[in-house]
Nanobody
Framework: QVQLVESGGGLVQAGGSLRLSCAAS????????MGWYRQAPGKQRELVAV???????NYADSVKGRFTISRDNAKNTVYLQMNRLKPEDTAVYYC?????????????????WGQGTQVTVSS
């Protein structure tokens, strides 16, 4: 069983910063890509940023230049540094990870999700 636990959300004024953290735990062989998604009220969940094991990153156009994703592979943790926050960044932010499992015979993947952390940006 795998688990992702997020922290760091909260209320901040427009222009401010927040840093989200997400730690993975449990039984797995490897963690491949890790990322952050967000869901605003009445909207679909959308990708914010993703980072591979090797450090390649990809961002949604709406956050490029303001958000930075990073990871500490030794700690199985992914971070999202959010700067110059805007009211439209208000959402529940979810951590996601692609876990690899090895049964001894074959390898398979499992997608894991965190419980979500609320980010609210006031104008």
């Amino acid at each position: 069983q795998v688990q992702l636990v997020e922290s760091g959300g909260g209320l901040v004024q427009a222009g401010g910063s927040l840093r989200l953290s997400c730690a993975a735990s449990g039984s797995f062989f490897s963690i491949n890509a890790m990322g952050w998604y967000r869901q605003a009220p009445g909207k679909q969940r959308e990708l914010v940023a993703v980072i591979t094991t090797g450090g390649s990153v990809n961002y949604a156009d709406s956050v490029k230049g303001r958000f930075t994703i990073s990871r500490d592979n030794a700690k199985n943790t992914v971070y999202l540094q959010m700067n110059r926050l805007k009211p439209e960044d208000t959402a529940v932010y979810y951590c996601n990870a692609d876990f690899g499992h090895y049964s001894g015979t074959y390898y398979y993947n499992e997608a894991g999700w965190g419980q979500g952390t609320q980010v609210t940006v006031s104008s």
